[in-house]
């Protein structure tokens, strides 16, 4: 008998392109920003890139060790984690964030705190009929983990506005990217009492908790902030920042173990299982707070060099109290000043990436090298 023809593959094709997923994503925000990049990337002294966070700087030498030593790793590991790991957690959250009454079995890692966010209300088994509240300006994998699972989207910083409405998850983020904004205890804890009076499950990114400046964050899970249960709340929490892990996909979620048991029993079906010695990378880091300590320090430079050079350049910085990135207007639309900036070789992220609250904002970060920091600093300098 023979095998499908050619019109029976074209149509399977058909099928598949109707259902694509990726059309019920947003577009991939920083491919719309070829044309400004490549502007920049033709300065005669080089692109100063400042639209992303990605860390530069070298990977702590205690995080290196234990991959290496744990490298020799020939079995599968546990998709829960090793309790080293789980504990490490723990200890880190209660040592540096005043975390109480946490237990290992609250505890999940992750590879890289994006795939978790994008993967999660796909693996807590929402779908059509959901709705899904995200920040007013918000990390875009909110909307696209949201979209994915074919789940509603409500954009709103405020739990009056959505009146009767019940959502089924509730995204926060402080300090917030872009903004650097760090919401208060009271904010935070009206929002987890809220969110519990109609079990709603409340997901707090803390990506950027160790990232302050000019405030002291508190993460969700604090006694203070959840009333010393960690029912219906959970946060997740990366290495990339902290200690230059991005390149390891490291990041676990943490808060209550029944949710955390649930996203467990969908990755082990999966397959979702942080190598091991990355695990081991993991653990040593949370362990160390020198190399954080240390790093903190090097950002806060870096921080200072921007900041007086947006200002002196006629910027206005809000917010950004916190996190790795400058939150700067020039009262324009945000497309502006992206292309301005571009003409002296420096590469800006525009607000509305982030939402249609950011549209007169640019996100300036300060991951990028001393020298490319100091050279930014130099062209805005002239700039101005």
């Known amino acids: 008998m023979p095998g499908p023809g050619p019109f029976a593959r074209a149509s399977a094709t058909q099928r598949l392109a109707s259902r694509s997923v990726a059309r019920r994503l947003p577009d991939f925000p920083w491919d719309s920003l070829a044309a400004p990049k490549a502007r920049a990337a033709a300065h005669p002294d080089g692109i100063v890139d400042l639209s992303i966070g990605t860390p530069v700087d070298d990977t702590p030498q205690v995080a290196r060790a234990a991959l290496a030593v744990g490298s020799n790793a020939p079995g599968y590991p546990q998709t829960v984690g090793t309790p080293e790991l789980r504990q490490a957690a723990v200890d880190w959250l209660a040592r540096r964030h005043g975390v109480e009454g946490l237990a290992i079995d609250g505890v999940l890692p992750a590879i890289g705190s994006k795939e978790l966010i994008a993967a999660l209300p796909l693996h807590l088994g929402l779908g059509s009929g959901d709705t899904i509240v995200v920040p007013e300006l918000a990390y875009p994998t909110y909307e696209v983990g949201a979209r994915l699972a074919g789940c509603d989207v409500v954009v709103s910083d405020s739990t009056v506005a959505l009146g009767p409405q019940t959502p089924a998850l509730m995204w926060i ?84 173990p029944v949710v955390v048991k649930e996203l467990l029993a969908v990755r082990k079906n999966l397959g979702l299982i942080v190598p091991q010695p990355v695990q081991d990378a993991m653990r040593a880091a949370l362990d160390d707070d020198a190399h954080a300590d240390a790093q903190h320090a090097v950002y806060a430079a870096r921080r200072a060099i921007l900041r007086e050079a947006l200002l002196a350049a006629g910027f206005r910085i809000d917010h950004s109290e916190a996190s790795l990135y400058l939150w700067a207007t020039r009262d324009e639309p945000a497309r502006d000043t992206v292309a301005a900036l571009a003409e002296i070789g420096v590469l800006v992220a525009p607000g509305d990436f982030y939402g249609t609250a950011g549209a007169r904002h640019v996100r300036v970060g300060f991951t990028a090298t001393d020298e490319r920091v100091a050279a930014a600093a130099e062209r805005l300098a002239v700039w101005s």
């Open 173 to 256: 983020n402080s300090p917030s990217n872009p903004s650097g904004r760090v919401l208060g205890l009271d904010h935070l804890r009206k929002t987890v009492e809220w969110a519990r009076e109609r079990g709603v499950l409340l997901v707090s990114d803390e990506c950027y908790l160790e990232c302050a400046w000019e405030a002291e964050p508190l993460s969700v899970l604090h006694p203070d902030v959840s009333g010393g249960s960690h029912e219906g709340i959970l946060a997740v929490h990366s290495l990339s920042k902290r200690s230059n892990l991005a390149g390891y996909r490291a990041a676990f979620v943490a808060g209550d």
